[in-house]
């Protein structure tokens, strides 16, 4: 079982920048498949960022050249740091770890943190 607690929504203006926090219960980075997800009031969830336990990133394309996902095993915690943010990113942002063992599938999520982008 992994628990995971994201912090550091809020409100910020357009142009803005903020770091999302996901802290897990346990040691996740390089083990897990690591991902962010948004659901904006009214729309599906979509991908934001996510790494392989190799290493290898992807992004969405809203958000490429402006979010960056990192973290570091040592602390158990991984990041999302955000920049020029605008209305459209308003969201509320989960973090979600996710393993095959043995043909099952471990699959946790974060109860997530709102993003507010506005003036």
């Known amino acids: 079982q992994v628990e995971l607690l994201e912090v550091g929504g809020g409100l910020v203006q357009p142009g803005g920048s903020l770091t999302l926090r996901c802290a897990a219960s346990?040691?996740?980075?390089?083990?897990?498949?690591i991902a962010w997800y948004r659901q904006a009031l009214g729309k599906q969830r979509e991908l934001v960022a996510a790494?392989?336990?190799?290493?290898?990133?992807s992004y969405g394309d809203a958000v490429k050249g402006r979010f960056t996902l990192s973290g570091e095993s040592a602390d158990n915690t991984n990041y999302l740091r955000m920049n020029d943010l605008r209305p459209e990113d308003t969201a509320v942002y989960y973090c979600?770890?996710?393993?095959?063992?043995?043909?099952?599938?471990?699959?946790?999520w974060g109860k997530g943190t709102q993003v507010t982008v506005s003036s």
């Open positions: 790494i392989t336990p190799g290493g290898i990133l």
């Open positions: 979600n770890a996710r393993k095959v063992i043995r043909e099952r599938l471990f699959d946790y």
């Open positions: 346990r040691s996740i980075w390089g083990i897990y498949d």
